[in-house]
């Protein structure tokens, strides 16, 4: 079956450094990505997606990273800011399901 | 717009109560879910409707009865709960097809004493 997995449960960095966060899946058969933020108090809000025809896919200081070889997916946030601080979730699919499998969660701390 | 609304924000029950979480979204989506959230932990599916049908019912008790009564809204009727059932309950919707975004509201925080 699909599963998830994040390398680091927490991540911190220094405000205005990169940021990378990294997710691992199981299931070859996954060709939708998604990435998601959650603030605190707060539902999961969308940040970038990738299918698995593409190797890279950018937005407004994000990339998205896949590697289908490694089954390796991951999220880079350029210049850090105090407002990333939240609980980033990897979550994928298979294109024509709708369900969505959730990684366990990485929390990423910006320092000041 | 890509608001999903969820009322109540925070709700809170006895096990013997009813109560119902309400969900509505107006981007014209024809794919909506609820999902749970436990502290500290990723959202688990529950729950997907498909064109105002039920197209998957992720094994989830008899105690939670979901129900979509049109197109733009979603609820969950909630009866003899138990405590382990205090999370965060997620609406979420999507167009139609799969293999795409699903766009989540904010919860509603519920406990059940």
């Known amino acids: 079956g699909e599963s998830v997995g994040l390398h680091l449960p927490t991540l911190s960095v220094q405000e205005g450094d990169n940021s990378i966060i990294n997710c691992a899946y199981s299931n070859s058969a996954s060709d939708y990505f998604i990435w998601y933020k959650q603030e605190s108090g707060k539902g999961p809000q969308f940040i970038i997606d990738i299918r698995s025809n593409m190797d890279k896919r950018q937005g407004q200081r994000v990339t998205v990273l896949l590697n289908k070889t490694v089954k390796h997916l991951s999220l880079q946030i350029a210049a850090t800011q105090p407002g990333d601080s939240a609980v980033y979730f990897c979550?994928?699919?298979?294109?024509?399901?709708?369900?969505?499998?959730f990684g366990s969660g990485t929390r990423l701390l910006v320092r000041p | 717009d890509t608001e999903v609304t969820q009322t109540p924000k925070h709700l809170v029950m006895g096990m013997t109560n009813k109560k119902s979480l309400k969900c509505e979204q107006h981007m014209g989506h024809r794919a909506m879910y609820w999902y749970k959230q436990k502290a500290k932990k990723p959202p688990e599916l529950m729950f997907v409707?498909?064109?105002?049908?039920?197209?998957i019912n992720e094994s989830v008790p008899s105690r939670f009865s979901p129900e979509c009564p049109n197109s733009s809204l979603l609820n969950l009727h909630l009866h003899a709960l138990q405590p382990e059932d205090s999370a965060l309950y997620l609406c979420a919707s999507s167009p139609g097809t799969g293999g795409n975004i699903q766009y989540f509201g904010a919860g509603t925080r519920l406990s059940v004493l």
């Open positions: 409707y498909s064109y105002e049908k039920l197209s």
């Open positions: 979550a994928l699919m298979a294109d024509s399901s709708y369900k969505l499998i």
